[in-house]
């Protein structure tokens, strides 16, 4: 008689846990929808973009700290993204600075990104294929927590004044020094607020934060202008070589 007791509450935990479980992942799959549809249902956006890290490797420390700009276009039946953001990065060993590198503007259109750093001693304007956090849309960031680990909403919530859902992602591959990213996402536009990564210890090494200043209100035009400089060296990783300085 109570081992037939113990197998019915048994059976009956795991019936009401595989339940929790479902109902959260269909939950996730409800506000993945609702981000994805507000997304496409954004014009254009402006914002303030703040980027904090403190990371350490093998080589020592690396710190950055930067503010600058942030906005989307989407009027012309392109999604455009421009970033400009002043950054200072210095790499630290032994407690001693080994370098200092500031980074200028960086835009992304069609998926290449064209950034303008200053080294101590060399100017670059460096073409890249854009990465997720370039974009910060919804479609792209989701698909990128679905991919690099287990995804689950942590909380719906209001920050700086504005519905954000928290949504976390777990890397599945041990060998990664980052082992979980949570984003904020912006329920009425559907775009990445805030960023988040984590280290092997649980703490947060990287933080990249967007506060919405205006959302379909028009964007600059000029804004979306790619920089050059005469006395860079253009470094086009797109096609994986290296030319010569820009005339």
Request: aromatic share 6%.
């Amino acid at each position: 008689m109570n081992l037939y007791r113990i197998a019915l509450m048994t059976i009956c935990c795991l019936t009401l846990t595989s339940v929790t479980v479902h109902a959260g992942s269909q939950q996730l799959e409800t506000v993945e929808k609702e981000l994805i549809a507000n997304w496409k249902n954004l014009k254009n956006l402006s914002a303030t973009l703040r980027i904090q890290a403190d990371i350490y490797n093998k080589f020592g420390r690396v710190t950055s700290d930067g503010v600058g700009n942030f906005a989307i276009d989407r009027n012309k039946g392109k999604e455009r993204f421009y970033k400009q953001i002043k950054t200072t990065t210095t790499n630290v060993f032994n407690t001693k600075p080994l370098s200092t590198e500031s980074a200028g503007i960086s835009v992304t259109i069609d998926d290449v990104t064209q950034s303008m750093a200053d080294s101590m001693d060399t100017k670059y304007i460096i073409r890249k294929k854009a990465e997720y956090n370039d974009r910060r849309d919804a479609p792209t960031l989701l698909a990128f927590l679905h991919k690099v680990g287990t995804v689950n909403l942590l909380e719906s919530k209001s920050l700086d004044g504005r519905k954000v859902h928290v949504i976390e992602s777990k890397y599945t591959s041990l060998d990664n020094l980052i082992t979980r990213i949570v984003v904020h996402f912006d329920d009425q536009t559907g775009v990445a607020t805030r960023i988040t990564t984590y280290d092997i210890n649980n703490t947060s090494v990287n933080i990249s934060t967007l506060t919405i200043t205006s959302e379909n209100k028009g964007v600059l035009e000029s804004l979306f202008e790619l920089p050059t400089s005469e006395d860079a060296i253009l470094i086009d990783e797109t096609k994986n070589e290296k030319a010569l300085p820009t005339k």
